[in-house]
């Protein structure tokens, strides 16, 4: 018996399963005939049916994989509703979640806050970065009280505030005599954080040397007092802090790259607030109760055009600067804050600035007239002073050609800050680019 001279050579992916199982079946019919096929014929079937196998190994690591996740990602679709605003928020604080303060729906945060839950029932490293102010050192609490360390020590350390020679022993102790003023005995950081928590800020302020001993503390989980040879157990969970970009001080040889990898085996990164707009008015609120908490007194209205203004500003001190706009307010307003109790560098200028003195105004007779007199002294100053800021920012802007980040880098002042006191003035820097 002669067998149909079919085409079972593999074609790709491109073969469908509706051609393979046509193909399958043609095999199977011809089966039925095996006790009339000759041997050479049997094993042309085999080998036929061997390149069919191979094609559907193929397809099933291939295409089936691929339309069964294309089904499920249609089926999600159609069955799934968009997750709903705050949706991601009251599951985390429904899942017992430890966090001092409040928080908005901002994705990026709500990113970190869960890496940090689901990094916090382990002992890992945790490395948060982000700008001054956006609250790491609370993320770093988050971590500790969301952790099985909770009820055990929280030991806070400031690397860019301990001087150079002072770093070993206030991270690791001292022995008695070990160099002049050590009158006695003293633990260190780590020895204190036992079984606990260590959070090291601005650990990108750490000189090499150390970050050396940090490293070694990381590989061996021991320590040495300065001036003993004693080598005593530390067991401590590691959160460190920095707001510099650490990759960039590796390249410049300011610090070590593999204690950056030691540290940022759980790396969490915080938006600023400027992203964060959903969380200023619930800031404002939390900040205003607390002032008026530790104040001892009610907690400060806002008038309109105040709230206004706290609710767009840019804040490039972040939730630091929020913060201490609040207690401000609570401190030099009575019942009702105004933008008078701003500080003087973002108050916006409720007044157009005074005329110079050569440009007298005309009346409508054509007679020259003078400006109208401030009411009091302090607008008087107020208004000088920000003639003052006016004719200082025009300078500064046709000095660089209307290039607003060249003028921050030369003044050294953050960019948002300066749009912020364009804006007061109605700068805009369009306006200088054709003047240098």
């Known amino acids: 018996m002669k067998l149909f001279n079919q085409d079972l050579a593999p074609r790709g992916s491109s073969m469908s399963y509706a051609g393979l199982l046509e193909r399958l079946e043609i095999l199977r019919s011809t089966l039925r005939w095996a ?3 000759d041997r050479p014929d049997i094993e042309k079937l085999l080998r036929q049916a061997n390149a ?74 945790v490395l948060i970065d982000g ?20 009820d055990k020590a929280y030991i806070s350390v400031n690397c860019g505030a301990i001087p150079e020679s002072l770093i070993e022993s206030e991270l690791f102790g001292h022995k008695r005599g070990a160099f002049t003023g050590a009158a006695t005995d003293r633990k260190g950081k780590f020895e204190s954080a036992h079984k606990g928590t260590i959070f090291l800020d601005e650990i990108g302020e750490l000189p090499l040397q150390g970050q050396v001993k940090l490293l070694r503390v990381l590989q061996s989980h021991e320590i040495q007092r300065v001036g003993s040879d004693e080598t005593i157990a530390v067991d401590a969970r590691i959160v460190a802090a920095t707001n510099k970009n650490l990759r960039k001080l590796i390249e410049e040889g300011q610090f070590r790259e593999d204690l950056f990898y030691r540290l940022s085996v759980i790396h969490v990164s915080l938006p600023p607030l400027r992203e964060r707009k959903d969380e200023i008015p619930l800031l404002l609120a939390w900040y ?29 001190g972040n939730i630091r600067e929020l913060r201490n706009l609040m207690y401000r307010l609570a401190c030099l307003a009575g019942d009702l804050a105004d933008l008078a109790q701003l500080p003087e560098d973002i108050r916006p200028r409720a007044v157009p600035a005074p005329a110079p003195a050569s440009l007298e105004a005309k009346d409508a007779d054509g007679a020259s007239s003078s400006p109208p007199a401030p009411a009091s002294l302090a607008e008087a100053k107020r208004a000088a002073s920000d003639e003052a800021e006016r004719a200082c920012l025009e300078r500064g802007l046709k000095d660089v050609g209307g290039t607003v980040a060249e003028l921050a880098r030369r003044w050294d002042m ?8 364009l804006k007061k003035h109605g700068l805009h820097s369009k306006d200088f680019r054709q003047a240098r």
């Open 131 to 150: 700008e001054s102010g956006t609250g790491k050192e609370l993320m770093a609490k988050v971590v500790h009280a969301n952790g099985a360390r909770a």
């Open 414 to 421: 953050n960019r948002s800050h300066l749009q912020i006191l």
């Open 35 to 37: 006790n009339q096929l």
């Open 52 to 125: 069919v196998r191979d094609e559907v190994m193929q397809l099933s690591h291939k295409e089936r994989f691929v339309q069964a996740l294309d089904a499920d990602r249609r089926s999600e679709a159609v069955d799934k509703p968009l997750p709903h605003p705050g949706e991601r928020r009251q599951a985390l604080l429904a899942r017992s979640f430890v966090f001092e303060g409040t928080f908005g729906d901002n994705p990026r945060l709500l990113d970190a806050l869960e890496i940090a839950e689901k990094a916090a029932p382990t002992d890992l490293p």
């Open 288 to 316: 205003g109760d607390e002032a008026a908490e530790v104040l001892k007194r009610r907690p400060v209205a806002l008038s309109p055009r105040l709230r206004e203004f706290l609710l767009e500003y840019a804040y490039p």
